[in-house]
């Protein structure tokens, strides 16, 4: 079994975003912010214009033939993309597994949600 340090080296091999980053990007059109926590989560809280792409069918929402495969990936190929979930655990392993099936563009907001709420204070 992979110990929880080795499962989150994936920080390493992909495009990491502080939160102040992030909020730059925030009304910028060709940016999607995405939200990998389950749906009721999403639902209470999330950050502008996120999408709700939970983690647990990521995979699905971005293989070519699926039926749950998601048009917004095909049809904007230079869209950038900036993950986050909770904490920032879900959204480093979304990242690392959209990157893995071809995103070029996409990046994890370290911290989660619960950073954008701490350094906004909300």
Known sequence: MKKFEDLMKASSEISNISVDE???????????????????????????????????????YLADGSPLEN?????NPNKEYIVFCGLGGQSTLATKTMQEMGLKNVKNMTGGIKAWKEKNNL
């Open 71 to 75: 048009e917004m990936f095909k049809n």
């Open 22 to 60: 992030a909020k730059e990007k925030l009304k910028d059109p060709n940016v999607q912010f995405i939200d990998v926590r389950d749906k009721n989560s999403f639902e209470s809280e999330t950050i502008g214009n996120a999408v709700n792409l939970e983690r647990g069918l990521l995979e699905f």
